[in-house]
């Protein structure tokens, strides 16, 4: 199914996109990966929604990639006597190891390892920073605060400290479980809830072996200060802006989405914007224009992927909120902006003769009458440095494997299409004029570019690029074995 658009559109499934009806009605939409939110379900309701992504696949005879993230560490407050308390502004407020009932006073806050990372100054956010606390004074079991801005406070809610590195390992003994599980189902995304070191995002790794790409989630000051880390052991990044404006002033967070955009796209790793992007279509048939504007940033910037949350999860219209991203990003991406703002934002070429042949190919293909750019790719990295350069012509991944092929299906404008393995470059450029013809990008009497690399089927080899014709007689003619 070949989208009419480059950048990517990942919706969250929930009670509301459960069914093989609503599930293949979202991906005919505009949804090129699904995100399956292991905060909520069984693992059994998981894997229901895993079988049918992979039917709908099977169905539209395409690849479509799964992204399972993990829900991270959850810090709560404990439970009051009454349900909840109102916190006035001014007020002494004490959290403790204590678990009796809160009240007024004090609260219980069952981490010992909030208290020992804590200093006098740090400020405790409450309910998504509804309520905020600076702490006076603190021990190894207890922090003396000032309510600074007071709310209600009730059970169980969450619990931020933006401004401490915490000693808390982003994988809890449930992520272990749900990442083992998501694995073994064949996920081809992990994201990686409140990554706040890079050796947090190497416990990951170490422990998806292969199986599936590592994605980092950029939710909170501690991984801004050192996203180049995180961003150099990671397969992907998704700029979480929910939490990281409750840690951050929200003032700071656009430009921040804007440079670690920037950033992914350097390293030519692909990069999701997330939370609240049409947040009002949970409940309206249209978005408010605010939240137009936000997608159409993402795409600007150059996102390789935008992504619905509660829209598509549980609102009450998410075919409409995936068909209100895909009709922006058609608009976005054939304004004449657009490709000027892509253009200035490339980067250096890089120094290897595979950095060196997708910026060949990205050039003569804008210069001539190119219809296409057809990568042979393994590993992937091929196309991910293709999709880097941002070509004004389609990119067509060609991989004979089926989990380069779903990875793939993330990265901005990477068309994937399966193909045997081949052992030499004539059958290569027959396959991808082939692949060219049958998906509609070009005609017979069209030329596309190919890069490939030889020896076939070893990863980071490209070293060939051709201008092919899409005829394959003239191929077999004119191409030597």
């Known amino acids: 199914m070949r989208r009419q658009r480059n950048v990517k559109i990942v919706a969250t499934l929930g009670p509301a996109s459960e069914s093989y009806e609503m599930i293949r009605a979202l991906h005919e939409a505009g949804a090129d990966v699904f995100r399956l939110n292991m905060s909520h379900g069984t693992h059994q309701e998981i894997a229901d929604k895993h079988r049918i992504i992979r039917q709908v696949e099977a169905d539209t005879n395409g690849a479509i990639a799964i992204l399972a993230d993990l829900q991270g560490p959850k810090l709560r407050v404990g439970a009051f006597a009454n349900g909840s308390e109102e916190l006035i502004e001014g007020a002494a407020f004490r959290m403790d190891l204590d678990p009796k009932e809160g009240d ?6 069952p981490h010992p390892e909030i208290f020992q990372a804590l200093e006098e100054g740090a400020n405790l956010l409450v309910n998504d920073g509804k309520i905020r606390l600076k702490v006076l004074t603190c021990g190894d079991d207890f922090a003396e605060c000032e ?22 390992a982003a994988l809890s003994e449930k992520d272990r479980a749900d990442l083992e599980f998501a694995c073994a189902l064949g996920v081809d995304w992990l994201a990686l809830s409140f990554v706040q070191r890079p050796e947090d995002v190497d416990e990951a790794r170490a422990l998806a072996a292969g199986r599936a790409a590592v994605l980092s989630k950029i939710e909170k000051p501690s991984a801004v200060s050192r996203f180049e880390d995180i961003l150099a052991v990671s397969d992907g990044i998704m700029v979480a802006r929910g939490d990281l404006g409750v840690e951050l002033p929200v003032s700071a967070v656009p430009p921040i989405q804007k440079r670690l955009v920037r ?9 999701i914007v997330a939370t609240q992007m049409l947040e009002s279509m949970i409940e309206s048939p249209m978005p408010t224009r605010a939240e137009v504007s936000d997608v159409a940033t993402a ?14 999860a549980a609102g009450q219209y998410p075919v409409e909120a995936v068909k209100t991203m895909d009709q922006v990003a058609k608009e976005v991406e054939a304004d004449p902006t657009y490709g000027q703002i892509i253009a200035a934002s490339r980067t250096a070429k890089g120094d290897t003769i595979a950095h060196g042949i997708v910026a060949a190919a990205r050039e003569i293909a804008e210069t001539t009458d190119i219809k296409a750019i057809c990568c042979f790719t393994q590993s992937g990295t091929t196309a991910l440095l293709t999709a880097r350069e941002r070509p004004g012509v389609p990119i067509i991944a060609m991989t004979s494997l089926r989990d380069t092929a779903r990875r793939l299906v993330l990265s901005w404008g990477c068309n994937c299409v399966m193909t045997d393995e081949l052992d030499r470059f004539k059958g290569a450029v027959v396959n991808a004029a082939r692949a060219a013809r049958d998906g509609g990008f070009a005609t017979a009497s069209d030329q596309i570019v190919v890069t490939a ?17 899409c005829d394959e007689r003239l191929i077999y003619n004119t191409d030597p074995e």
């Open 104 to 109: 007024a006073t004090r609260v219980c806050l």
């Open 147 to 168: 309510v600074v801005t007071g709310g209600t406070i009730s059970n169980r809610k969450g619990v931020n400290v933006p401004d401490v590195v915490l000693p808390v």
């Open 263 to 271: 950033r992914c796209r350097a390293a030519a790793k692909p990069v």
């Open 299 to 312: 795409i600007y910037e150059g996102a390789d992927a935008i992504m619905l949350s509660a829209e598509s």
């Open 453 to 469: 690399g030889v020896p076939f089927n070893v990863p980071g080899t490209t070293n060939i690029l051709r201008v092919a014709p």
